[in-house]
């Protein structure tokens, strides 16, 4: 079964600092990896998404992600982080078995941009 | 529509009633997911679609729950005799093509609460 660890639920950061928000996948085949960022009483909306080729994906806000095969992992960064960038954060990971498409979400983490 | 459009936005219900949420995707989006989200949780896959046909219901917790999408487009998830623990966000998101590696545009969901 595919399951995604997001090992931090909540990350205070200062202002212009930079962040790393961590992702964990574990999937018997082949998987698309997103970051997902919902701001309060909003829905959800992508950040970014691996498919194929280039390991570091750069997503809208200044985000990327870089993604490592051998540790599973697809960890969210940003250089410098703004006020604005307060809000949940999701990785998710969507494979196909037997025609059947999974689209799993992990448990967030709540990103909080310190002045 | 602009967007994916669910409603009510808040539903407030007594424990045993029957509760029915909707949900209205992007116009030509082919698959249609409902989703169910705890405070502080990640999204917990309920089912989905491709046009009218239920693809996957296997994160329906019990059989109180349903869902139907009669016409490829507008979806209703169903729940019968209401229980406390069933209050969540409920959230729907539909997707353009069937596959994998497409985003989800997420409603802003429907918070459930039953007394």
């Known amino acids: 079964a595919q399951s995604v660890t997001q090992l931090d639920s909540q990350v205070p950061v200062f202002e212009e600092a930079p962040v790393e928000l961590r992702c964990n996948y574990s999937?018997?085949?082949?998987?698309?990896l997103f970051w997902y960022v919902q701001y309060p009483n909003q829905g959800l909306q992508l950040l970014l998404k691996y498919l194929s080729g280039s390991t570091l994906v750069k997503g809208i806000n200044g985000f990327e992600a870089e993604f490592n095969k051998s540790q599973t992992s697809f960890h969210l960064r940003k250089p410098s982080v703004h006020i604005s960038d307060t809000a949940e954060y999701f990785c998710?990971?969507?494979?196909?078995?037997?025609?059947?498409?999974?689209?799993?979400f992990g448990t967030g983490t709540r990103l909080k941009v310190l002045a | 529509g602009a967007g994916v459009s669910q409603s009510p936005r808040y539903k407030v219900t007594k424990r045993g009633q029957d509760v029915a949420l909707r949900c209205d995707p992007i116009s030509g989006h082919v698959s249609l997911y409902w989703y169910r989200q705890a405070l502080g949780q990640g999204p917990e896959f309920l089912t989905y679609?491709?046009?009218?046909?239920?693809?996957?219901k296997s994160g329906l917790p019990n059989d109180r729950f349903s869902a139907e999408r009669p016409e490829g487009s507008i979806s209703t998830l169903t729940i019968q005799r209401t229980e406390q623990r069933d209050s969540a966000m409920y959230r729907c998101?539909?997707?353009?093509?069937?596959?994998?590696?497409?985003?989800?545009?997420f409603g802003e969901g429907s918070r459930l609460t039953v007394l």
């Open positions: 679609f491709n046009y009218e046909a239920q693809q996957d």
């Open positions: 998101a539909s997707s353009l093509a069937r596959s994998q590696t497409g985003e989800l545009f």
């Open positions: 998710a990971v969507s494979t196909v078995t037997s025609g059947t498409y999974k689209y799993i």
């Open positions: 999937s018997s085949v082949s998987v698309y």
